[in-house]
């Protein structure tokens, strides 16, 4: 009961958080506003005098330009900004982790390796280790974001638990759904295809997990091991955890110990530590719950640093309209005064900063580009977690 009421009380949170964010029209409008489009025309009929050396038309201060965004420094004091910084830079410094950078890739490749050797048949209460792990497992698939691709990978499945049927139990790895395709449509008729049997190849199901990662590489992967005991078929998962860990795949492994006793543990924690992740010792269904559940919080803060981070970008670049606005306004002042006084040269000089003010400012918007295309993305990752939150904070509420 305690178990539900955390877990209610957890969706809860990231429902309102997801409903008040993505509902918000406000938000989705703003990002989406495009920052650039009021920026005004080159006029037309304009007549414009090369001028091969500019320093001969114009004064000097119209061609010092500190922090190289083509605005003569002394316009941006006159606007009041500072000319020898980048006044509209995107601060991402507050966003926390999961703000991953301009490709915004905030999804996480993650294979989960399960224990099917015969020792999970034995019983936590009323309930085997196995049919604990395949409920805790099924909650977690059907309330986790898109974000988080996930795969299955079962090993000890084959064979029996004695010596006769050992090699054909230590040999038996199934990848039965590969990472990406496991979701809660097909969770149920996945987690049938296999029960209680045999030994426990944890070294080679990793070796055959690194194959899942390949073309995944720079990406964020991860494995978690569900298992009851250490290794049982002669290999060393500690040294392939660490080689896996330590390739080019970067792959962070989590061990989650069910019901191990003290010594057997020892070897779980060291495969944990290898692999750049966390040992969690699960002694019931509310500990191995409470696992995923935090699996899930972090998702959330993940999407909330990716949100951060889109929102900084945004705002610098409104910063950066605004800025050019008042720029290209002072520099057309001056070019009236030239006309009006028939000083041509120096009325085209001006044409031509201003040119230079314009394209300066739309390589900015160029750059930014991504960020407000990967926004389509990431509204769509937090619309499915808003949609699978409401589904489970539902069913727990039954």
């Known amino acids: 009961m305690k178990a539900s009421l955390f877990a209610m009380t957890l969706f809860g949170l990231l429902y309102r958080f997801l409903l008040s964010y993505f509902s918000s029209s406000e938000s989705s409008s703003f990002i989406f506003s495009n920052p650039f489009h009021h920026l005004p025309a080159p006029e037309e009929n304009t007549t414009y005098t090369e001028v091969k050396d500019l320093s001969q038309s114009l004064e000097p201060k119209w061609y010092k330009d500190s922090d190289k965004n083509a605005i003569p420094d002394f316009i941006e004091q006159e606007l009041g900004y500072n000319p020898t910084q980048d006044d509209c830079r995107a601060d991402v410094s507050g966003c926390g982790e999961g703000a991953t950078g301009e490709d ?13 050797s015969g020792s999970m048949a034995a019983r936590l209460g009323t309930q085997t280790r196995m049919s604990l792990a395949k409920a805790s497992l099924t909650r977690y698939v059907t309330g986790v974001p898109e974000a988080v691709r996930l795969g299955l990978l079962v090993y000890g499945h084959r064979g029996t638990n004695q010596e ?117 010792d699960a002694r ?35 910063c950066d309209q605004r800025m050019v606005l008042k720029a290209t306004d002072r520099i057309y002042a001056e070019r009236r005064k030239f006309t009006a006084a028939g000083d041509i040269a120096k009325a085209n000089a001006l044409i031509q900063i201003r040119v230079q003010v314009t394209d300066a400012h739309n390589r900015r918007k160029k750059e930014r580009e991504p960020i407000l295309v990967k926004y389509n993305e990431l509204k769509s990752k937090g619309n499915a977690i808003l949609s699978n939150t409401l589904k489970t904070n539902e069913r727990l509420r039954r």
């Open 104 to 116: 915004l890739d905030f999804s996480v490749n993650t294979l989960l390796l399960f224990d099917a």
């Open 164 to 280: 006769s049927g050992k090699a054909e139990s230590c040999a038996g790895i199934s990848l039965l759904a590969p990472i990406g395709s496991l979701k809660e449509a097909g969770i149920q008729n996945t987690l049938s295809q296999f029960k209680p049997t045999g030994w426990t190849p944890i070294a080679a199901a990793l070796l055959e997990a690194r194959k899942s990662f390949q073309g995944l590489e720079g990406k964020h992967n991860r494995i978690i091991i569900v298992s009851d005991g250490l290794e049982t078929c002669g290999g060393d998962p500690v040294a392939v955890a660490r080689q896996l860990h330590e390739s080019g795949l970067e792959v962070n492994i989590d061990v989650i110990g069910l019901h191990v006793p003290g010594s057997d543990a020892q070897q779980l924690r060291k495969i944990a530590q290898a692999g750049g992740g966390y040992y969690y």
């Open 284 to 318: 019931s269904q509310r500990e191995l719950d409470a696992y995923f559940e935090k699996q899930q919080l972090a998702s959330q803060k993940t999407l909330q640093a990716a949100l951060c981070y889109v929102k900084a970008h945004a705002d610098a670049g409104q």
